[in-house]
């Protein structure tokens, strides 16, 4: 399931944005402002935003700035009241994916939006990560630490590949529980989640990059040189 993050205070036209996008393959959350649209991107699993230039609280285009320099896979289609070419040329050059004037065709917002999910689906991630003495190969299963092998079960893959693909983003426990216990369980004890997080820090003896953000979730803390 893809997630769509629609970022506009004007709770009438959000509310139209919902109903228009609503699909049995998408998970669509609303955010009125920078503030809960930046928490919302912390759980590192948007993947795209529909952002408003023009926030209560500041600028679309520093949301932007923010999303692109992050150099996480996340599409921005920009929604903006002007036309202006000025404007146009601004948000390009931040990075946006695509823009969209008011007012605007639902029926046309719906299909760019399906046209940049099916191109970020064409973008494959890399199978293979190397970050400092690490050598993560998620399709062969390989895993070492320098030259040593490190034997992880399919659940440690799960949460070492979301850890390091959001590298820097801190990932709540919430999250973390539905992307990797998705056997569809009605229930997993939040113990299980610990338990695998202490599994894996000890194995791959990563504890200066497996870090607790205490009350929220978990982080793969990026180094300064990363």
């Known amino acids: 399931m893809k997630q769509v993050l629609i970022v506009e205070d004007d709770r009438n036209l959000s509310r139209g944005l919902c109903l228009a996008l609503k699909d049995q393959e998408l998970q669509i959350v609303p955010c009125f402002d ?10 590192g699993v948007t993947d795209l935003v529909l952002l408003d230039i023009n926030l209560p609280d500041g600028s679309g285009l520093q949301l932007l700035r923010e999303i692109k320099s992050a150099g996480q896979p996340i599409a921005v289609i920009l929604l903006t009241a002007n036309d202006t070419e000025i404007d146009v040329v601004m948000g390009l050059e931040h990075g946006a994916d695509d823009y969209i004037t008011k007012p605007f065709s639902l029926a046309i917002l719906r ?14 991630k890399p199978s293979v990560i190397d970050i400092d003495s690490y050598r993560f190969d998620f399709e062969h299963m390989a895993f070492f630490k320098a030259d040593t092998a ?3 079960s399919k659940t440690e893959q799960k ?10 983003i801190t990932i709540s426990r919430t ?5 990797i216990w998705t056997d569809g369980a009605d229930y997993v004890d939040e113990n299980a989640l610990s338990v695998t ?3 894996l820090r000890d194995k791959l003896d ?3 990059y497996i870090k607790t953000v205490y009350g929220l979730g978990y ?5 300064q040189d990363e």
């Not at 649209?37 to 759980?43: G, M, V, Y």
């Not at 949460?159 to 820097?168: A, D």
């Not at 982080?219 to 180094?223: A, F, R, T």
Request: hydrophobic fraction near 55%.
């Open 175 to 179: 999250v973390l529980l539905d992307r």
């Open 150 to 152: 490190v034997e992880l």
């Open 219 to 223: 982080v793969w803390v990026v180094k």
């Open 111 to 124: 299909a760019r939006v399906k046209a940049q999910l099916r191109g970020m689906a064409r973008v494959s």
């Open 197 to 199: 997080v202490k599994r």
């Open 34 to 43: 920078l503030k809960s649209a930046r928490e919302q991107l912390a759980c």
């Open 206 to 208: 990563a504890a200066q």
């Open 159 to 168: 949460l070492l590949r979301l850890l390091v693909e959001n590298r820097g």
